[in-house]
């Protein structure tokens, strides 16, 4: 799943926002959608011993994302755009990642090991993409796990694990191991956010080849 290259395709839910918002300073609502970030490792971590935080903490996700998309839309609008800006934007979003995926990786859904290897997979899937535009290559977003793909999972995920906790069934049973739901998404951020880390080098490698 590659949502990151669809962005176009929310811009009906941006645009009017965007424009009502055209005087708001752009660094305020990256500043909002990072607290809503931090907000949502909160009440993902805590959500183990009161489930129905599962619920605020998907919404939490992606009302933040919404954020971090709106931040840029009002920027362009208002003539804002910025390398400045885009600077904060980038740095806000590795933080936003490692509050909300963290938040599930220390708490009790989630092996710690898992959640470690999940939290290097993200951000070096990120560290990846910005460092190719560093050194001189097309800035990539490239890949199988994108943010706008983390962001989807981590709102369906928890949905998912408070249905399942509903129905008694909270944990899944494979060979003798039990694990949640929100650790198959963990899983999946470790594997995949690695395995994407190591298509955007292979990439970024073949671009300044052709550059020599």
């Known amino acids: ?11 009906f839910a941006l645009m009017p926002v965007a424009k009502k918002l055209v005087n708001v300073n752009p660094n305020i609502i990256s500043w909002i959608g990072l607290a809503l970030a931090f907000l949502s490792g909160l009440l993902l971590y805590f959500s183990f ?10 919404a939490m996700v992606l009302v933040s994302g919404y954020f971090d998309a709106l931040d840029g839309k009002v920027a362009k609008l208002a003539g804002k755009a910025s390398n400045k800006g885009d600077y904060i934007d980038h740095v806000f979003d590795r933080y936003a990642d490692i509050f ?10 989630c092996n710690p090991y898992i959640g470690i290897l999940a939290l290097v997979g993200v951000l070096m899937t990120s560290y990846m993409g910005t460092q190719a535009q560093a050194i001189g290559a097309p800035r990539l977003y490239a890949g199988l796990l994108g943010r706008a793909d983390r962001v989807v999972l981590s709102t369906l995920f928890p949905i998912i694990q408070f249905i399942m906790v509903s129905l008694g069934h909270p944990l899944i049973e494979i060979s ?3 694990i949640s739901w929100l650790e198959v998404m963990m899983i999946w951020f470790a594997v995949v956010g690695n395995l994407t880390a190591v298509q955007r080098g292979i990439i970024t490698w073949k671009n300044l080849n052709k550059k020599e």
Do not use: C, N, T
């Open 1 to 11: 799943m590659v949502l990151d290259g669809q962005r176009k395709r929310v811009d």
């Open 176 to 178: 003798g191991y039990s």
């Open 49 to 58: 011993e009161f489930h129905y935080l599962l619920i605020a903490g998907a």
């Open 100 to 109: 909300m995926i963290g938040g599930v990786a220390v708490s009790a859904w």
